[in-house]
C-alpha cells in the first residue's frame, strides 16, 4: 500500500534550522516529482517547493527562495527539506506529496495524486 511518510518536524527557534524528510513507500515505480505544501487552520494550502525526481529541476515559492533547499534522497521517491533562517511566519503544518504522471502544476496542489498526513513545524520568535 503506497504511503507518503514525513518526519523531521517539531519546533525551532526563529533563525534556527530544521530538516524535513518524506518517503513514499510501497510504490512500484518513481513518482515524476515530489514537493512540499504548507497549511494554517482555515487556510488554503501552500506551495513551498517541489522537484523533478528525474531531472532534479527545484521549484520554490518566493517567501522562501534562498532560506529552503529541496533535495532528492538516494532511495527511490525520497525527498527532504531543508530550512534554514527560519521565520515564525513559517508556522504550519508541511505537506509531502507525490505527483505520479507529468504535469505541469509543479507548484499547486492539483498537480499532485499522493500525499502525506502532514506534520508540523513551530518556529518560535
Known amino acids: 500500500q503506497e504511503q507518503l511518510v514525513e518526519s523531521g518536524g517539531g519546533l525551532a527557534q526563529a533563525g534556527g534550522s530544521l530538516k524535513l524528510s518524506c518517503v513514499d513507500s510501497?510504490?512500484?515505480?518513481?513518482?515524476?516529482?515530489m514537493g512540499w505544501f504548507r497549511q494554517a487552520p482555515g487556510k488554503e494550502r501552500e506551495f513551498v517547493a517541489s522537484?523533478?525526481?528525474?531531472?532534479?529541476?527545484?521549484y520554490y515559492t518566493d517567501s522562501v527562495q534562498g532560506r529552503f533547499t529541496i533535495s532528492r534522497g538516494n532511495a527511490k521517491n525520497t525527498i527532504y527539506l531543508t530550512m534554514n533562517s527560519l521565520k515564525p511566519e513559517d508556522t504550519d503544518v508541511y505537506y509531502c506529496?507525490?505527483?505520479?504522471?507529468?504535469?505541469?502544476?509543479?507548484?499547486?496542489?492539483?498537480?499532485?495524486?499522493?500525499w502525506g498526513q502532514g506534520i508540523q513545524v513551530t518556529v518560535s520568535p
Open positions: 506529496a507525490g505527483a505520479t504522471k507529468p504535469t505541469t502544476y509543479l507548484t499547486h496542489f492539483e498537480g499532485y495524486d499522493n
Open positions: 510501497g510504490r512500484t515505480f518513481s513518482n515524476y516529482a
Open positions: 522537484i523533478k525526481l528525474s531531472a532534479g529541476n527545484t
